[in-house]
C-alpha cells in the first residue's frame, strides 16, 4: 500500500476533528463510514491544479476561518495546504432554478475522489464555491452527504424552507434528497461535502 500525501492526511485529519465536534445521528453513522474507507489508501494524482476565475473568491470566503484563533482556523491552514493541486470544475449538465450568472459564478473541487487528490469511486470529499449572488441548481443524488458549510450562504432541503447553518454548520442529505445552496449578496459560498458513494 502506498503512503498518502501528507498534507492530505493533515487535511484529513483536521475535518475528522471537526466534523466529531459537529455532527450527530446519520451525519455522524456516515462520517464514520467515510473515514472507515479512507484506512485504504486510493490512487496519488500526478495532475496540477487548475483554477477558475471565479477562484477569485476563494481566499475571500476564507478570511474568516483562517483569522487565528477562529476554531476553523486549523481546518483552513490544512486546507490552504491543498488548495494548489485542486482542479476546479463547472458543473456539467442542466442547472434547475440555478442564478443565471450560475455558469461563470460556481466552482467545485474534488479533494478525495474521482478527478481528487486521491482518486478513488467510494466516497468523495470535495468543495463548492459560490461567487456573491450566485443560486446552485437544485440537484439530488443516491449517496448520502454531509456537508461542512465554511461561510454564510443559504441551503435548501427537499420541500423545506431555506436556512442558514452559519460558518461550521453542519447537516445531513439523506439518499435521492432534493438540495441547493445559494451565496448572500455579499458574500461568496464556500462548503466542504462528504458523499459516501458505495
Ligand atoms: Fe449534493
Known sequence: MSER???????LASLKDVLAS???????????????KLQDIGEASEADGHLLPVCEYLTPAMDVIAEEGHPLSELAGRLHAVLPRLVWRARPGPAPNASTNF??????????????????????????????????PDHDHAP????????????????GEWFSPGIGGVFYNPPGILHAMAADEDAPLLALWLLDVR
Not at 5 to 11: G, R, S
Not at 22 to 36: L, P, S
Not at 144 to 159: D, I
Open 144 to 159: 448520502p452527504e454531509v456537508y461542512l458549510v465554511l461561510s454564510p450562504g443559504r441551503f435548501l432541503q427537499g420541500g
Open 22 to 36: 459537529r455532527t450527530d445521528g446519520n451525519a455522524d453513522a456516515m462520517v464514520g463510514r467515510i473515514y472507515e
Open 103 to 136: 455558469a461563470e459564478s460556481h466552482a467545485n473541487a474534488m479533494i478525495v475522489g474521482p478527478g481528487g487528490i486521491e482518486g478513488r469511486r467510494d466516497l468523495w470529499i470535495g468543495m463548492s464555491l459560490l461567487a456573491p449572488g450566485t443560486r446552485y
Open 5 to 11: 500525501d501528507i498534507d492530505l492526511t493533515a487535511f
